[in-house]
Antibody, heavy 118, light 108 residues
Framework: EVQLVQSGAEVKTPGESLKISCKGSGYSFTTYWIGWVRQMPGKGLEWMGFIYPGDSDTRYSPSFQGQVTISADKSSSTAYLQWTSLKASDTAMYYC???????????WGQGTLVTVSS | EIVMTQSPATLSVSPGERATLSCRASQSVSSNLAWYQQKPGQAPRLLIYGASTRATGLPARFSGSGSGTEFTLTISSLQSEDFAVYYCQQYNNWPPGTFGQGTKVEIK
């Protein structure tokens, strides 16, 4: 069974750094792209970027380029989403998703809620 | 950037009735369109990809159609578990692979 299990909710203050995770199991982690999706409170969905764990090839959506870093660790089958300096506007639910045959998500993690508040 | 527009914003349907959701692209996306279902407090779930291919295990009451700029998701006979928000997403142009704003299907 394909599963993506994300790390738990985080509460941070503006300016702090953060790294959240997404652990894949039940499939060959290195041969499927993993993407990250942002959902701001009460809003819709936005793709942030994708990583191919096999060679760490990473693609970012223009709105998120330079704002976050996506990485992966093949040895632990885990993908990461990282911020160096959080802003209140980063408050959102973040989902990881396995890329299906194209740029859509066929399996999704349960989500990680990130709250940034002073 | 391709803009995806879903209609209606809210659809009120009685259990057992048919629901028809629309998604329009600002330019052609060929058949590179997916539909997702999201229930409160849950992650999105892939329903349809390639505009009309059902995801693994999806009940046959869900069907997708369309190509180019006009797409439809039909739920032939609504069950209680189908009340949710539905999103379309084009992946013909990525980045950014834009989503529609969602259609909420609620109980009438």
């Amino acid at each position: 069974e394909v599963q993506l299990v994300q790390s738990g909710a985080e509460v941070k203050t503006p300016g702090e750094s953060l790294k959240i995770s997404c652990k894949g199991s039940g499939y060959s982690f290195t041969t499927y792209w993993i993407g990250w999706v942002r959902q701001m409170p009460g809003k819709g969905l936005e793709w942030m970027g994708f990583i191919y764990p096999g060679d760490s090839d990473t693609r970012y959506s223009p709105s998120f380029q330079g704002q976050v870093t996506i990485s992966a660790d093949k040895s632990s089958s885990t993908a990461y989403l990282q911020w160096t300096s959080l802003k209140a506007s980063d408050t959102a639910m973040y989902y990881c998703a396995r890329r299906g045959g194209n740029y859509y998500g066929d399996y999704w993690g349960q989500g990680t809620l990130v709250t940034v508040s002073s | 950037e391709i803009v995806m527009t879903q209609s209606p914003a809210t659809l009120s349907v009685s259990p057992g009735e048919r629901a028809t959701l629309s998604c329009r692209a600002s330019q052609s996306v060929s058949s590179n369109l997916a539909w997702y279902q999201q229930k409160p407090g849950q992650a999105p779930r892939l329903l349809i990809y390639g505009a009309s291919t059902r995801a693994t295990g999806l009940p046959a009451r869900f069907s997708g159609s369309g190509s180019g700029t006009e797409f439809t998701l039909t739920i032939s006979s609504l069950q209680s578990e189908d009340f949710a928000v539905y999103y379309c997403q084009q992946y013909n142009n990525w980045p950014p692979g834009t989503f529609g704003q969602g259609t909420k299907v609620e109980i009438k």
